[in-house]
């Protein structure tokens, strides 16, 4: 399942600080139709109807069209706020996007990067130093312009929200944002607006990739002037910066309409909330809503009967880490075993229920992914795994291994648990001891990222749809996200290369940065998350992104 904290699936995310070294995990329409006494037998009144209106010629008004109306059925969230959205609820980001713009966004079908609210941006022969200017008709829905003075102020607060927040820690790679964040420069140094509609972002290191991490959602671009004046209510009753503006809260609905200059032609987005994807489908199947996500117990098939299934990927995965620290994993015949001895198919078809088996760190579904980086060292091989242990251990003694994962009491979600267990009944049939030792997930996001871990569940989401999401935070010496304690200089010089020079260039260097880290066997490669929703038969052109939003501006109704 895609929405909510993921606890389901996605382990943890990137949290603050619980040491020098170590951060906390990331986890990570109401518009109701009036009684028109215009059509007979609309109201319980016996009156005749009055005549249709008339033109000054004589001849009838013709009807007014009805509005379009798309009804999405999302999960309860806290806030519409961009900077407050967890990545791995749908539903929020779903919301996020629809209401607000970023600089720029993503083409669902190529993974590029696409003009929003600024035109393509211009760097320098680096990649240091990059230029956007806005566009010149970009309004908020108050209609109050969006001017550079907004996007700074907006990269600013997520910024400030440091390692609590995955967007922002992912902005560390902007100049200044150390000192920003210490407290020692009033304001992120790395961002300037060099006039009302022109932007400037200068990064710490060459960074070929900021647009498109910046065309995430999660750095949605909020008038200033709003949410100083609004204060807390701002993440109820927003000002937003996109294609639809908030009109009205009805109970469980939510009634977005077109923003002026909006190029979306669906006039009215309900976005109406329900207790579980269960209760959301439920209505979508009664004919409430037009679009569901589809609870993990429905079939594809089943779920293909009233609407159309759509199935992709999603942004985030699913692994097992090691402690790269403690000494018991020192020797990589040893990782490499552990590695082997796992059916990691069967807990991917079986427990996990994904159709995307991760053998690697950066998710297939990548456009620049590499196709095997793993290769044979991740092979089900029990008799090789058993080797292994032998050659690294020919005096037996082999240490116990102890499993850390989640499980709060009379959780109904049992996947963890049924991980856990079977990674258990793998390496203890090679040879290794086990010992399994479950966690409260409130304590568990902390202890995966203490460094006293040893193999240990984990997931990630990559804020972009490129592989420096996923192998940088993960595998960087000074990464605040290096939970394994994984650290290589050639690792970190091959991404220091990747993140410059030209996109050929640039995707061989990240395919031999994941073998090179896959080779030292760091993790145990689970699987790739995935979405899956259905949607109404009538609506078209619907194409979904990585990260679980759609590109609204595609979308049509039958009028």
């Known amino acids: 399942m895609i929405d909510g904290d993921l606890r389901s699936a996605h382990g943890v995310r990137a949290g603050s600080t619980a040491s020098p070294a170590r951060r906390r995990p990331i986890l990570a329409a ?20 009055p005549p249709p ?4 010629t004589g001849t009838t008004a013709p009807p007014e069209a009805e509005p379009s109306v798309l009804r999405i059925g999302i999960r309860p969230i806290d806030s519409l706020d961009p900077a407050e959205v967890v990545p791995t609820s749908q539903s929020a980001m779903v919301a996020s996007d629809l209401l607000f713009d970023s600089l720029a966004a993503i083409d669902p079908d190529t993974g590029q990067v696409v003009p929003a609210l600024a035109a393509a941006p211009v760097t320098d022969d680096a990649s240091t130093v990059w230029t956007f200017a806005l566009r010149g008709d970009a309004r908020f829905s108050d209609g109050s312009p969006v001017t550079a003075a907004d996007v700074k102020f907006s990269l600013e607060r997520v910024a400030q929200k440091g390692s609590s927040s995955l967007a922002g820690v992912r902005l560390e790679i902007i100049a200044g944002y150390q000192e920003f964040l210490a407290g020692t420069t009033p304001d992120l140094s790395g961002v300037v607006g060099l006039d009302e509609h022109t932007v400037q972002i200068t990064t710490r290191v060459p960074y070929a990739q900021l647009a498109q991490l910046l065309a995430s959602p999660l750095y949605g671009i909020v008038p200033a002037a709003s949410v100083e004046s609004l204060g807390a209510t701002f993440r109820d009753d927003p000002v937003g910066s996109g294609p639809y503006a908030l009109a009205s809260v009805d109970g469980p609905t939510r009634t977005l309409e077109l923003a002026s200059g909006s190029t979306a032609t669906i006039d009215l987005i309900k976005l109406i909330e329900h207790a579980s994807t269960e209760e959301s489908f439920a209505a979508f199947e009664a004919g409430d809503l037009d679009w569901s996500i589809v609870p993990d117990a429905v079939t594809a098939e089943d779920a293909g009967k009233t609407g159309d299934y759509q199935a992709g990927p999603f942004a ?47 998710p297939p579904s990548v ?5 095997d980086p793993c290769g044979d060292l991740c092979s ?54 086990v010992t399994l030792a479950p966690k409260p997930f409130a304590e568990y996001r902390t202890f995966a990222v203490s460094g006293g871990a040893q193999v240990f569940s984990y997931g990630w989401v990559g804020v972009a749809p490129n592989p420096d999401a996923y192998l940088a935070p993960l595998f960087l010496s000074d990464s605040p996200d290096n939970v394994t304690g994984y650290s290589n200089p050639f690792v970190d ?16 260097r990240y395919h031999d940065v994941e073998r090179l880290v896959m080779s030292n066997v760091p993790i145990v490669p689970l699987a790739e998350l995935e979405t899956r929703v259905v949607i109404n038969r009538d609506l078209a052109g619907y194409a979904g992104r990585l990260d679980g939003t759609f590109a609204v501006e595609r979308l049509t109704l039958p009028s």
């Open 367 to 371: 456009t620049t992914a590499s196709e």
């Open 30 to 49: 109401a518009v109701v139709a009036a009684c028109l006494t215009v059509f007979a037998g609309a109201c319980s009144s016996s009156e005749d109807p």
């Open 380 to 433: 089900y091989d029990p008799d090789g795994a058993r080797a292994l242990v032998a050659q690294a251990f020919p005096a037996g003694n082999v240490p116990n291994v102890q499993i850390d994962f989640y499980a709060d009491p009379g959780e109904t979600d049992t996947t963890q648990q049924e991980l856990a267990e079977a990674v258990r009944a793998d390496l203890e049939a090679v040879g290794i001891p």
């Open 53 to 56: 209106p008339e033109s000054e």
């Open 493 to 508: 010089l091959f991404i220091a290369d990747a993140r410059t020079g030209d996109p050929a260039t640039r995707d061989a």
């Open 316 to 362: 985030a995965e699913l692994f097992f880490g090691i402690n790269m620290a403690n000494p018991s994993f020192a020797d990589v015949r040893f990782r490499s075993a552990m590695v082997k001895a796992i059916d990691r198919s069967r807990l991917v078809t079986e427990i996990v229920a994904s159709p995307t088996p991760l053998n690697g760190v950066v």
